[in-house]
Nanobody
Framework: VQLQASGGGLVETGGSLRLSCAAS????????TGWFRQAPGKEREFVAT????????NYADSVKGRFVISRNNAKAAVYLQMNSLKPEDAAVYYC????????????????WGQGTLVTVSS
């Protein structure tokens, strides 16, 4: 499966952004999907995952209550609604997919998109 993330940009602290990730090349409904991010000089970190059906979601504590992951299997897309953005949310955001599990570690060997940059001004 190929993944294409979009929707990043510059936003003020407290603002909102919605990231999208379009999938192609395989049946999207077979894949658990997730969002990860990497800030400059830091390791890539887990943000959120969602199961194939969309019935189960998981969030990093740092974004819980502010970010919402969702998906539309008919459109082969996964989304990340980001609200109340903070400067520490600034990073390149990546979407990822795997067919095995929503466990964040399973995505390491899965499929990855190219990333979209989110900048948060303070």
């Amino acid at each position: 499966v190929q993944l294409q993330a979009s929707g990043g940009g510059l936003v003020e602290t407290g603002g909102s952004l919605r990231l999208s990730c379009a999938a192609s090349g395989d049946s999207f409904s077979l894949y658990h999907t997730g969002w990860f991010r990497q800030a400059p000089g830091k390791e890539r970190e887990f943000v959120a995952t969602i199961s194939r059906s969309g019935s189960r979601t998981n969030y990093a504590d740092s974004v819980k209550g502010r970010f919402v992951i969702s998906r539309n299997n008919a459109k082969a897309a996964v989304y990340l609604q980001m609200n109340s953005l903070k400067p520490e949310d600034a990073a390149v955001y990546y979407c990822a997919a795997n067919r095995i599990s929503t466990d964040r570690h399973r995505f390491q060997s899965g499929y990855w998109g190219q990333g979209t940059l989110v900048t948060v001004s303070s």
